[in-house]
T-cell receptor, first 115, second 113 residues
Framework: QKEVEQDPGPLSVPEGAIVSLNCTYS??????FMWYRQYSRKGPELLMYTYSSGNKEDGRFTAQVDKSSKYISLFIRDSQPSDSATYLCAMYQTNSGGSNYKLTFGKGTLLTVNP | KAGVTQTPRYLIKTRGQQVTLSCSPI?????VSWYQQTPGQGLQFLFEYFSETQRNKGNFPGRFSGRQFSNSRSEMNVSTLELGDSALYLCASSQDRGGQPQHFGDGTRLSIL
């Protein structure tokens, strides 16, 4: 079983739709959760970062973490063609000293928002 | 504040050669990590450097190595290149405080002929 599972899509939606992107994980040591957006020929860009269960909102983006179910989601409201990109979930585990990081990524979901 | 800078952006090499990639982290960031990204495997962790020391390492062969300088700039070296090394190599930097998010550069696209 992979440590982080993410549906690769592709996902195609009309402009204005609500998009839901999801990842599941198996390692309960993961403590910090991130969503990155990657445009073609560019590096991943940090969208959301959270470390607690619950929701975190930033503009049109909402990150949701459920540690009991080992499940994280990213919601995009009022999606725009400029949101077309690959979305990657990522998560950290640390050792007891808090300084030995291992950032593990999902494979990414390719999203296309059609005008 | 300037982001993470990677050079060169593109490289073409042949099998058996070696290559060195460079990364300048965000000012004040002391942790630098390297990743390999391919369509089949996604983003895979290579290694992390902090204070000129390799602190964490992924599951890559010894042909992949790196170093970090006193100004936190980092280089990655791949020796005896193989066709399978063709990938996007990404560098990321972060502050060194409990699980701080990493910020990525735009990568070096390495093609092996």
């Amino acid at each position: 079983q992979k440590e982080v599972e993410q549906d690769p899509g592709p996902l195609s939606v009309p402009e204005g739709a609500i998009v839901s992107l999801n990842c599941t994980y198996s390692n309960s040591a993961f403590q910090y959760f991130m969503w990155y957006r990657q445009y073609s020929r560019k590096g991943p860009e940090l969208l959301m970062y959270t470390y607690s269960s619950g929701n975190k909102e930033d503009g049109r983006f909402t990150a949701q973490v459920d540690k009991s179910s080992k499940y994280i989601s990213l919601f995009i409201r009022d999606s725009q063609p400029s949101d077309s990109a690959t979305y990657l979930c990522a998560m950290y585990q640390t050792n007891s000293g808090g300084s030995n990081y291992k950032l593990t990524f999902g494979k990414g979901t390719l999203l296309t928002v059609n005008p | 504040k300037a982001g993470v800078t990677q050079t060169p952006r593109y490289l073409i090499k042949t099998r058996g050669q070696q290559v060195t990639l460079s990364c300048s982290p965000i000012s004040g960031h002391r942790s630098v990590s390297w990743y390999q990204q391919t369509p089949g495997q996604g983003l895979q962790f290579l290694f992390e450097y902090f204070s000129e020391t390799q602190r964490n390492k992924g599951n890559f062969p010894g042909r992949f190595s790196g170093r970090q300088f006193s100004n936190s700039r980092s280089e990655m070296n791949v020796s005896t290149l193989e066709l399978g090394d063709s990938a996007l190599y990404l560098c990321a930097s972060s502050q060194d405080r409990g699980g701080q998010p990493q910020h990525f550069g735009d990568g070096t696209r390495l093609s092996i002929l």
